[in-house]
């Protein structure tokens, strides 16, 4: 029996699984939209995974925002933050690669790489501004399609400016340009445009962009931005069909480094699993603490501030 | 030599003095044109992104100036006292200027609770320039005078449009937002348009009038711009507050002034210079309510 | 009526600022709630919205302890905003209907003894001076003492064998703290809980992971404002230098800031609030081959946008890992673990690869 991995990225807008072999080659893969509910998301994306005859699941990886429970819920072997994991996936396909440019549902990174090893990185500092989740209530306030966007953007010749580096300056902007007539596709651009410099302006500040650039995360999906990231950066940055999936596939390739001969299942359906969240009154701190309640039992939990949390459980 | 003066911050408190003082010492100045989109761009480009929108702008104008003279004259303000201090921006901006651009920057420093008076910055510029001290001093009560000279002037027309029959306005701001191109200058545009009397609250003789706002108050010009509501909140129908985002002494002064306040009045927090979001209806809507009182 | 003094609470600043009030006056001290999200919607509900976030924290802790009684309030202040903070919040909190005295203790970063002798006076007619000043200087002893064993915790406790083992002493010597009257009781209990906290045994690795935190006063101070950053790195088993702490502030920094820019060839002048002192400590810590720095402090804190591109540049030159990170009242913290997770896994991965 050959061994394979899973790798399961559990961000705020998407969930996105791959299976690999040992070469890191994908067996299979899938992505759905997380709905707020990550349990669900991670079921029913697991039922949709299969694996291949003749190969035993040897490793699960989790990362994303909801990597802690997720990891406690699949049993995995590796729980890893994004950065790592988009570093480790990209590698694989991208060997050379010196820089990584990620915009996903509420974070947006920046990952410097040097023959092979992070040496720097930054996350957006401040709010949701110019990321994916903005993007997305952007587009249904101006009655647009999120898929239709970024063609849309590619249409206009003279992209309207929009105020971006704040969600409610953006807003207030953007309503103003909608009711003084501008166009649709030069409005939509002029958002593209500005996910672009906010993002050089506030992650991108200071570093050394270098090509290769990867682009990726779900905006990567956006050819508006990538157009705009092109133009301002005067070069083309890489955009793979699997963008989306590196995170997952980084966690599947980092839980292989750590695999013992454990085989894991993925049978999800009968397994019980919830959360409950609650204020701990243990100390006068009032933390809100998450726990997690596997068939009836209380597995873990996480959330509390101090040692006292623990013991709650 | 060529001194550049970047036509930002400072440069609106200090620009007759600076203009004459150098007149009268034969040395070629120049200073950076109106803002514009390009400035503006290099501002953001330097900048950290999380600075307030005037402390972009006057970057921008450094960038733009920095392959154009030998020095770039950048001041430093501590204070003027011990309860008049300055925006911590005031303190840092030559370090900031200095770590950013490889540049020749001539800076004197005004610290008043150190005894480093702005004579003293004068002479310390003429000694860096190799200028001799008599002259240096000639040169300065020279540009005192005329520069004086020129406020009261000013002053004196801003306390005549406050008799003025139309309705009026108090713009309450830094100059260096009230009178940039592209932040306050749009604004005061649509006021005249609008048939409206601007009273600007920096043409002014004050002498700490702002208790009656705010009794604890330690930053010199945001105590300038609130006496200046003391002085003519009578003979006024309206107050516009204009700050560029995120301005941290305007954050809270004015709160404080707008919950004593018994004037209509708006609050425009300027942020992107190139889309303002609607701050012309917002305008209107003030004028329309100003001229049904 | 009698008093109820409240005051904002700081890290664990909490006890020897109750224990001054209590020797110095017989007003009743209010032990304000911890700050939970419930603290800061309040106190966001009720701020301006882009004023720096100990505005938002100290106004939302003031309200909880008015309702809880309180009818003196008392705030320190700062060499930035801060020293403005209690004129708008007293204004905002008697426009809420509250009926309370507020004192400001320091203002425009000065401790002027005078001033605080006479805000002091006012709260307690009957003052005797040379017994408040003996309760001042005992007061000022008992930070001092904290202070240093906080900062040697700070870089041991990832390592101790017995987890929770330091933690426990300490807060058993703040109890302590409380009872004493005297100098010779407080360097009793000092020296005995040094001992026993000195001789908790540790396991540190001799390529331990260090890191350096920097930033913003308050954001640094207060747990709650810094998603508990420092639990955070000890659990990774990292090593923490932090510099500020309300000793320096009040008591070594008039001094030290002369000292640290002439030893900086890079600023020329001081930059307002901790600005240039933090531009000092990065030197510090790029000098002394710790593996990071955390620069972090609440969003539109001012002085310290100042200071970022200097201190990225330092970091820069010296390929010194920098993260920044600005925290803001809605901070998340999944999204601040990730930021410190991935800082130290970086940190980890270049320590390995040489």
């Given amino acids: 029996m050959d061994k394979c991995y899973l790798g399961v990225d559990i961000g705020s807008i998407s969930t996105k699984g791959v299976i690999i072999d040992e070469k890191y080659n994908i067996l299979s893969q899938n992505y759905i939209w997380t709905e707020a509910s990550p349990i669900s998301a991670v079921k029913e994306l697991i039922s949709t995974l299969s694996i291949p005859k003749g190969y035993k699941l040897s490793g699960i990886g989790t990362t994303g925002s909801a990597r802690k429970l997720i990891g406690l819920m699949l049993g995995a072997n590796v729980v890893k933050n994004e950065i790592i994991c988009h570093a480790y996936g990209t590698l694989n396909y991208y060997p050379d690669c010196k820089t990584i440019l990620e915009i996903g549902g509420q974070d947006s990174k920046i990952i410097i790489i040097n023959n092979g090893i992070i040496t720097d990185y930054a996350m957006n500092t401040l709010c949701a501004a110019g990321t994916g989740a903005f993007l997305s209530s952007q587009s249904k306030r101006i009655g647009v399609d999120i898929n239709d966007f970024g063609s849309l953007a590619l249409s206009s010749k003279n992209p309207v400016k929009i105020a971006a580096r704040c969600t409610v300056f953006a807003e207030s902007d953007l309503i103003h340009k909608a009711q003084l007539g501008y166009k649709k596709e030069d409005i939509v651009a002029g958002l593209c445009k500005s996910v672009v410099l906010n993002y050089l302006n506030n992650v991108g500040k200071g570093k050394k962009i270098k090509e290769p650039i990867v682009f990726q995360g779900g905006v990567s999906k956006n050819i508006g931005v990538v157009k705009y990231f092109n133009e301002i950066l005067n070069t083309k940055v890489i955009v793979d069909d699997n963008s989306h999936l590196m995170g997952a596939i980084g966690a599947a390739i980092l839980s292989s480094k750590e695999s013992s001969d454990k085989e894991y299942n993925l049978n999800m359906n009968e397994i019980n699993f919830e959360t409950k969240g609650y204020e701990c009154k243990g100390c006068s701190n009032n933390c809100e603490i998450v726990r997690i309640i596997k068939d009836g039992k209380l597995i873990d939990s996480f959330g509390n501030r101090c040692e006292r949390g623990t013991i709650a459980k | 030599m060529k001194i550049g003066i970047p036509r930002s911050l400072y440069y609106y408190y200090f620009k007759d003095l600076w203009q004459y003082f150098f007149e009268y010492l034969n040395i070629e100045v120049i200073v950076s044109p109106e803002t514009n989109k390009q400035i503006m761009d290099l501002g953001v480009k330097y900048s950290n992104d999380e600075m307030c929108l005037s402390m972009k702008n006057y970057i921008g104008h450094i960038a733009y100036l920095k392959d154009k003279c030998t020095h770039i004259l950048i001041p430093r303000i501590d204070n003027y006292g011990l309860s008049n201090q300055t925006c911590t921006n005031f303190l840092s901006t030559y370090d900031i200027i200095n770590n950013i651009f490889d540049i020749n920057i001539l800076n004197y420093n005004i610290n008043l609770k150190n005894n480093e008076t702005e004579l003293k910055g004068f002479l310390n510029i003429g000694r860096k320039l190799g200028i001799n001290k008599k002259y240096i001093k000639d040169a300065y009560i020279y540009a005192r005078v005329k520069s004086s000279k020129i406020k009261k002037e000013k002053v004196l027309k801003n306390l005549k449009n406050l008799r003025s029959d139309k309705r009026k306005i108090l713009l309450v701001g830094h100059p260096y937002n009230i009178y940039d191109k592209l932040i306050g200058e749009p604004i005061i545009n649509m006021l005249k348009s609008l048939n409206i009397e601007i009273i600007y609250c920096d043409l002014f003789y004050t002498k700490n009038e702002y208790d009656r706002y705010s009794k604890g108050l330690y930053w010199k010009y945001n105590k300038e711009n609130i006496s200046s509501i003391s002085k003519c909140i009578d003979r006024i129908d309206g107050i516009i507050f204009l700050s560029s985002f995120p301005c941290g002494p305007d954050s809270l002064v004015n709160e404080l002034v707008i919950r004593k306040l018994d004037k209509p009045y708006i609050n425009i927090i300027v942020d992107d210079v190139e889309s303002s979001g609607g701050i012309e209806t917002r305008i209107e809507s003030f004028v329309d309510i100003v001229n049904e009182l | ?354």
Wanted: net charge positive; aromatic share 12%; proline share 3%.
């Fill in chain 3, 1 to 354: 009526m009698e008093r109820v003094i409240a005051f904002p609470l700081m890290g664990n600043y909490y006890v020897p600022s109750s224990f001054l009030f209590s020797k110095i006056s017989d007003c009743e001290i209010l032990k304000p709630p911890p700050i939970t999200s419930k603290t800061i919607e309040l106190g966001s509900k009720n701020s301006p919205d882009f004023v720096c976030t100990p505005f938002k924290y100290t106004l939302g802790t003031y309200i909880e302890c008015l309702e809880m009684g309180a009818n003196t309030l008392i705030q320190m202040g700062g060499g930035c905003r801060y020293g403005y903070y209690f004129e708008l919040q007293q204004k905002i909190l008697s426009d809420l209907g509250y009926k309370f005295e507020y004192f400001n203790l320091v203002s425009m970063g000065h401790a002027d003894l005078k001033n605080i002798y006479k805000i002091i006076k006012k709260i307690n007619p009957k003052l005797n001076k040379i017994k408040s000043l003996y309760y001042f200087c005992l007061t000022i002893k008992m930070v001092k003492y904290m202070d240093k064993v906080e900062d040697y915790i700070r870089q041991n406790v990832a390592y101790e064998e017995e987890k929770g083992k330091l933690n426990q002493l300490f807060d058993s010597m703040l109890d302590d703290f409380n009872m004493v009257k005297t100098f010779i009781g407080l360097n009793r209990v000092y020296h005995k809980y040094k001992k026993l906290i000195e001789s908790v045994k540790l396991n540190k690795p001799k390529n331990n992971i260090k890191i350096g935190i920097i930033g913003e006063l308050y954001t640094l101070m207060e747990p709650f404002a810094n998603n508990n950053l420092e639990h955070l790195l000890e659990n990774y088993g990292v090593e923490i230098k932090r510099f500020t702490n309300v000793t320096y502030l009040l008591f070594e920094k008039g001094k030290k800031t002369k000292k640290y820019l002439k030893k900086l060839d890079n600023v020329k002048y001081k930059m307002g609030a901790d600005a240039m002192d933090n531009i000092y400590y990065t030197k510090y810590l790029i000098e002394n081959n710790y593996d990071g720095i955390i620069h972090i402090k609440s969003s539109f804190c001012t002085p310290e946008i100042g200071n970022m591109g200097i201190i990225g540049k330092m970091c820069e030159e010296s390929d010194m890992p920098v993260l920044f990170i600005s925290t803001d009242t809605n901070t998340s913290n999944v999204g601040f673990e990730t930021r410190i997770e991935a800082f130290y896994d970086m940190i980890e991965m270049r320590k390995k690869n040489g």
